[in-house]
């Protein structure tokens, strides 16, 4: 068979390096280093909202509140308890031909404290912590950690704490064994060896002068209390987590690759929101949704599956008095959330046909879930065609991705809780190393072609 016979009928993943130009890979690393600093201004949601509303408001957005009225051509954001974010804009056709949504989360796995968390033992104070989402305990201990959060006082003033991320600032840590007496643990299966209870946060080990008892915890306290002003009493009504303190970095030789924590998913964040920027005048209406909560169920008040959703599409529909059950179902959601990308050092959990690969641009899946397609929405054959063709369009280097073999795990995404209002809706994402870890890897090739895939996906049909 002839080259252009086989190019011609079989798939084939396109490496970005092998049709870019010069100025596109220039293009791809200077987009890189703003994406960088995002990450590193917005290592919880709460900060990921408060730096998103400062990007919109540059950019023209304004509050919404409900029953504001709406005009053509407005830019608006919904600000959801600080926790989430929806970005929307008015375009001149009408409403009732539908919204282009693309819904990424910004919550990452972390550590939270507990409810009443400090204590001290052994000579050393400590928090007890609860993780957040699916982490591998083995990877948070003996690292750097940084307190991020916010503390709202019974009297409703709210006080903001980071610790660990200025360089004169002391770093948080969770003590491991020494090799020398880890015999027993070696020999522990890996998701075991650390026990959640043992993720302790390391706070200090200097007594208060003048204390009979406690005196490490009543240390840790007053400096609390003569930096924050707040008492241990205040933990209860705090929002505070344990998340690396490193910064985003260059990761290899040819600087190709981001190492940070947060890529899962702040990677198709911040997308989304920069494709939207970049096309103020698209036709159709669009829309942003940064969410919480996904990484636990997206229950709650500020996850996708609170109906928030509903209730603004609703409001966009009555104010240009289109049927709201029209606007639905003309809609499409590109569920923007991450993959997993082929590691050669793990090569045997991935089927080698059917999974992303480094390079080779942001990558769409039409199943998530796990064993038989058990809780993913499952994008008809309709959608994806959609996707193919506004792809090629737009020029846009992609490829087509699952997250692993049959019966080795799996994952899920905002999208079934989407596609259940009667919104198509299919995942499409940045494919990432070591998702899940403290510090995950990325290819600057593939943030750049998400921020191209969302820009088609906006203004093209």
């Not at 948080?172 to 060896?193: E, F, K, M, R, V």
């Not at 899962?264 to 494709?275: E, L, Q, S």
Request: aromatic share 10%; net charge negative.
């Amino acid at each position: 068979m002839s080259e252009s016979k086989k190019d011609l009928l079989c798939y084939k993943k396109t490496n970005f390096y092998e049709v870019a130009t010069p100025e596109q890979i220039d293009a791809a690393y200077d987009y890189a280093k703003d994406y960088m600093k995002y990450l590193d201004a917005s290592k919880t949601e709460r900060e990921a909202v408060a730096t998103s509303i400062a990007m919109a408001e540059a950019q023209g957005y304004v509050p919404y509140t409900f029953g504001m009225a709406l005009a053509q051509g407005g830019k608006y954001y919904y600000n959801n308890r600080g926790r989430s974010l929806f970005l929307f804009r008015i375009g001149s056709a009408p409403v009732a031909e539908g919204i282009r949504i693309c819904a990424a989360h910004i919550d990452s796995p972390r550590l939270d404290l507990k409810q009443s968390p400090l204590y001290e033992d052994g000579g050393f104070g400590f928090f007890k912590t609860r993780y957040y989402g699916g982490i591998r305990k083995y990877q948070w201990v003996a690292t750097p950690l940084a307190l991020h959060g916010v503390v709202i006082k019974q009297s409703g003033e709210s006080v903001s704490i980071t610790i660990g991320e200025d360089d004169a600032d002391p770093v948080l840590y969770i003590n491991d064994l020494l090799p020398h007496l880890g015999q027993n643990q070696n020999s522990q299966p890996l998701g075991t060896a650390i026990p959640a209870e043992n993720l302790n946060i390391l706070l200090g080990s200097r007594p208060l002068e003048g204390e009979e008892s406690d005196k490490i915890k009543m240390n840790i306290l007053n400096l609390l209390n003569q930096k924050y002003g707040i008492v241990e009493e205040d933990f209860l009504s705090a929002d505070l987590s344990l998340v690396p303190a490193a910064k985003a970095r260059d990761v290899g030789l040819d600087r190709s690759l981001i190492g940070s924590y947060g890529h899962d998913d702040r990677v198709c964040a911040y997308p989304a929101m920069t494709a939207l920027f970049e096309n103020p005048d698209a036709a159709r209406s669009t829309m942003v949704i940064l969410a919480d909560k996904e990484e636990i169920g997206s229950d709650g008040d500020t996850g996708m599956q609170c109906e928030l959703l509903l209730d603004l599409l609703y409001e966009i529909a009555k104010a240009f008095d289109a049927n709201f059950g029209q606007m639905k179902a003309n809609s499409i959601c590109l569920s923007a959330d991450v993959t997993a990308c082929f590691d050669p050092n793990f090569a045997e959990v991935f089927d080698g046909k059917n999974v992303s690969r480094i390079n080779c641009g942001v990558a769409m899946c039409k199943y998530t879930g796990h064993g038989g397609k058990v809780a993913t929405n499952d994008a008809s054959a309709e959608l994806v065609a959609f996707i193919r063709r506004i792809m090629a369009k737009g020029e846009v280097v992609w490829q087509a991705g699952d997250m692993g073999k049959n019966d080795l795990g799996g994952g899920g995404t905002v999208a079934k809780y989407i596609s259940k209002h009667n919104i198509p809706t299919v995942d499409i994402g940045v494919p990432v190393i070591a998702m899940h870890s403290p510090f995950e890897i990325v290819s600057k090739a593939d943030v750049y072609t998400a921020h191209k895939a969302f820009a088609a996906f906006y203004t093209l049909d």
